[in-house]
């Protein structure tokens, strides 16, 4: 492997192991990036749809989801997503047992 091929191996290494798990800040929305810089990033390898935050909406044939902790709006403009990694106000979600 030559020199250039082992700096760019490194620099995806490393941008991979960020705070935000396998994402590169910049590759997620404003809205996300927002709580991370008000909080700081939460526990490696968990994601919004484990927060007690993150709340689920059903409406006939269509569903979605936001942060009860940002500004909400009836648009999609303020959906969130499911697998964004979280922000420093993350709290695990209570899991219902099924039996
Ligand atoms: S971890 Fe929870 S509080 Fe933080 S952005 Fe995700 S849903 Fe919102």
Known sequence: MCRSTQLLAIVIA?????KAGHWVGSELPSRIQEMHRAFG?????????????F????????????CALTRQSGGAGTDWKA?????????????VERG
């Open 55 to 66: 709340q689920r909406y059903h409406s006939r044939n269509k569903s979605w989801a936001k």
């Open 83 to 95: 697998h964004w990694p979280v922000c420093g106000r993350f709290e695990m979600r209570e899991r």
């Open 41 to 53: 990033a939460g526990p490696a390898g968990q994601q919004c749809a484990d927060c007690r935050h």
């Open 14 to 18: 490393l941008l991979g192991q960020g």
